[in-house]
């Protein structure tokens, strides 16, 4: 079965504190992405990988990394998370005519 | 590049009624088009897409979507609406040359609800 399983589904956290959203997918994409929705924007990409080693800021990048050491893994990385990146994140993996989503992160920094 | 405009951030209909959620696109290159489903505490679910094949196109749970070129839309149908379909609703689009190395451009969504 296809599937992108984020870890982990919810989480609270302090200002300051790094932490790390895991994704990972089964279906040999070269195309990977993280988004995050907020309410009346709906979803922004943050970061996205074309491969191994590639990848490239997307449209709402300031205070994440993501790394992309092997092809089924896209972590997304908050060094030094702050209240304003509170929010439900998404990774997603893109096939030759379908993006699949992971069931989401939700995030709360305080 | 693409961008999405959904009329609508809230849209309520009664139980049987038609469900209508519009959608309008801009794309410098033939697009593809999508709409996605979201219910509460959950992800987001592919309930039907346009690749160029058909215009009409039809997806899960009754829904369907006409891909209309020469007005840029890409609205959401379903004849009757079911108190299962309270959900929220993402239009997105990215361009088909591309695909599988390009961003999904989604809109800001339209939250549906059900009146019984």
């Known amino acids: 079965e296809a599937q992108v399983t984020q870890n982990p589904r919810y989480l609270i956290t302090v200002t300051g504190k790094k932490l790390t959203v895991t994704c990972s997918q089964n279906m040999n994409h070269e195309y990977m992405s993280w988004y995050r929705q907020d309410p009346g924007l709906g979803l922004r990409q943050i970061y996205y990988?074309?491969?191994?080693?590639?990848?490239d800021k997307g449209d709402v990048p300031e205070g994440y990394k993501v790394s992309r050491k092997e092809k089924r893994n896209f972590p997304l990385i908050l060094e030094s998370p702050s209240p304003n990146q509170t929010s439900l994140y998404f990774c997603?993996?893109?096939?030759?005519?379908?993006?699949?989503f992971g069931q989401g992160t939700r995030l709360t920094v305080v | 590049a693409q961008s999405v405009t959904q009329l609508g951030s809230h849209v309520s209909v009664s139980e049987g009624a038609l469900v209508l959620l519009r959608c309008n696109y801009s794309?410098?290159?033939?697009?593809?088009l999508f709409w996605y489903v979201q219910y509460p505490n959950q992800g987001l679910q592919l309930l039907l897409k346009?690749?160029?094949?058909?215009?009409l196109v039809k997806g899960i749970n009754g829904f369907e979507a006409e891909f209309k070129k020469s007005e840029t839309s890409f609205h959401l149908t379903k004849p009757s609406a079911h108190m299962s379909d309270a959900a929220e609703y993402f239009c997105?689009?990215?361009?088909?040359?591309?695909?599988?190395?390009?961003?999904?451009?989604f809109g800001t969504g339209t939250r549906l609800t059900i009146i019984p």
């Open positions: 794309s410098s290159v033939p697009p593809y």
């Open positions: 997105a689009v990215t361009g088909s040359t591309n695909f599988g190395n390009e961003k999904l451009t």
């Open positions: 990988s074309m491969n191994v080693e590639v990848t």
């Open positions: 997603a993996s893109t096939g030759r005519t379908e993006a699949f």
């Open positions: 346009y690749t160029s094949a058909a215009t």
